[in-house]
């Protein structure tokens, strides 16, 4: 198994299961001859469109670029992670019919060897979140109906960051800016961030966060817990820190969105409100944290209806979108069907399918 920080990534396509899956004659092109076998039921592809006309958008796609993968082995490190389907865009497509999604937003995961674009020099992580978006950005020419771009930045160095912000704002298919929950080590209140965030609140680009570097150290390392405990916790670190830490007070129209469901985040602010009446450490918010909730978007990454239910309950259907964590084991393989089975209206079942994401994304 290749594994990652963030997860594993199942077996690729097999062959047969594509010709089973009936797939376009361009996906099969991508994987190349396929067998005649059709022993095993016949998986269909899905409608990516619903009856009321919204197209399904998968807010959580990771994506490795093939220049991307060539400058991290020129440094001596590689992405961890070989399978098919992160640098294959014609074998990703196929697989996204055969799920009934309509759209990923591509973004950069990261391996324990190489953390995103946050471990070189200026100018290396420069030239990694370069090489990131341009392969990105290849893909959305490719397919430009189907595949989006949320940037990558060398946050950790501003006046790059900025540079690089400048260089793919307005470009066709960049929708977002993608980010770690820390960079090297710093949260996100930190005020190395402060311009980096003024100037993407200027340019009305939704941020998703993805745990980085996850606490835990040593207590989380077995039994995958870095994982299992280690991301959604992070998450609501980062979450505390953008609100504690004054960010949403500061800049009222940046906007971020959190995976997995926002972690652990929506089961604490009981706990948090609680302490801002108590505590003078938080006092100076000037509202409840809970009140903040709505500052964010969430993902489906939950795996559990109750818990996903609980969460839409709580921050409502219209902050909600469709995530999968492709391509690991520990995301969603089936994130349509996932909501379908959620118990929602009609209406919220648009919102989260696809009606926010095509909002907050402006497809």
């Known amino acids: 198994m290749n594994k990652y920080e963030g997860g594993e990534c199942t077996p690729a396509l097999s062959r047969r299961r594509v010709l089973q899956a009936g797939l376009a004659a361009a996906a099969a092109s991508a994987i190349g001859h396929l067998t005649g076998n059709t022993a095993e039921p016949l998986p269909q592809a899905q409608t990516a469109v619903r009856s009321s006309g919204v197209r399904t958008v998968d807010i959580h796609a990771h994506y490795f670029p093939q220049g991307y993968l060539d400058l991290l082995a020129q440094e001596g490190r590689t992405a961890g992670n070989d399978d098919q389907r992160f640098t294959d865009a014609k074998l990703r497509i196929a697989e996204m019919d055969v799920q009934g999604v309509a759209v990923h937003a591509l973004s950069l995961t990261a391996s324990p060897t190489a953390p995103m674009v946050y471990w070189g020099g200026a100018g290396l992580s420069h030239n990694l979140a370069k090489a990131w978006n341009d392969g990105a950005l290849a893909a959305h020419r490719e397919y430009p109906e189907r595949l989006f771009v949320l940037a990558a930045l060398p946050m950790q160095f501003p006046d790059r960051a900025q540079e ?119 006092r100076h918010l000037p509202q409840a944290p809970s009140a903040y909730l709505r500052r964010f978007f969430y993902d489906t990454v939950s795996h559990s209806s109750r818990i996903m239910e609980f969460v839409i309950s709580t921050v409502g259907a219209d902050r909600v979108m469709i995530g999968s964590d492709y391509c690991f084991d520990m995301g969603l393989q089936q994130p349509v069907k996932f909501v379908e089975e959620l118990s929602l209206t009609s209406a919220e079942r648009d919102m989260i399918m696809g009606g926010t994401a095509a909002k907050l994304l402006k497809l």
């Open 164 to 282: 690089e912000l400048n260089r793919v704002r307005g470009v066709p298919g960049v929708r977002g800016i993608y980010m770690g929950t820390n960079i090297g080590g710093k949260d996100l209140d930190d005020p190395l961030f402060e311009p980096i965030f003024a100037r993407i609140e200027a340019l009305d680009l939704p941020i998703f966060l993805h745990p980085l570097n996850t606490v835990g150290g040593e207590r989380t390392q077995p039994f995958y817990l870095s994982n299992f405990i280690g991301n959604p916790v992070d998450s609501a670190i980062a979450a505390a820190h953008l609100i504690f830490g004054g960010v949403l007070d500061r800049h009222p129209r940046l906007t971020f969105c959190l995976p997995h469901a926002g972690g652990v985040l929506p089961i604490l602010t009981g706990r948090w409100d609680h302490g801002w009446t108590v505590r003078p450490e938080v």
